[in-house]
């Protein structure tokens, strides 16, 4: 009786186990670095007299009582060509989508150091800075950009391109990624696979023009990015300037910055306010 009891019991264990759903699959590595990067990326607007005049991206790289450091490009921030005095509003999309206003804290010099950091009131998640080492000729990237000011999207690719100072892999002058992108992607993240850190910020991209005949003798012309020519801030100019712009320790940077002996960018970079007085004069 007892035997034919527990027999009925283990079909019936044996049918639940058979209907209940199965456990979803493991995410891939890369998968598991864009959700996470997508948590540390923001879209950046620069706003003048109440209309969006310049639209890029930025990614979170240190936060402190309450406040989180945005690390972007300068030339998104500058006010040259900009008609009218701008704001500036941090777009972050998840986990709920949300504007938060912002203001520029540190700017670099272009065209050596095409970087700046916006500072908001809220505390978001932040990424951990890459060593140089940790960007290498044909290591798998993917790069968080915000085509067009819309909603952020990922591209991925490798680095295609090193520049270093005398050979040194640590003295890092640029770097380039083969990983597609548009307008809207300047000050997007570079995120290593499969460690996720911030191996590399986007300052711009090569485009060719492509031209198509058009109805009635019309041609059409587009400017095409090309393949391999995404230029990048590398690991060691963005620990360089966030450590000479205050946060470097916040960032989890602990170590002396390696200095680019041949451009301005390595004087150490002026609070907004400062350089905004300089322009009025």
Known sequence: MVRAVLSRLLAAFATLALLAPLPARAKSEKSRVVQKALLQSVRVEVTVAGKVARAATGVVVANDAGSSFILTNEHVVSRDGLKGTPSYTIVVERPALRRIPARVRFEGEVPAEDLAILEIGESLPAVSIGQPLDAQVGDDVVVIGAPYGRSLSVSSGIVSQVEVVDGDPREQRSMKTDAPIGYGASGGGVFGVPGGKLVGLVEGYRTAKVSFGGIGGNDFTFDVPMPGETFLSPP??????????????????????????????????????????????
Do not use: N, Y
Not at 249 to 267: F, H, L, N, Q, Y
């Open 236 to 281: 060691a100019k963005i620990r360089a300037f966030l450590v000479r712009s205050g946060i470097g320790r916040r960032a989890g940077i602990k170590d002396a910055p390696w200095v680019d002996p041949t451009g301005p960018g390595t004087v150490a970079s002026r609070p907004f306010d400062e350089r905004a007085a300089a322009m009025q004069r």
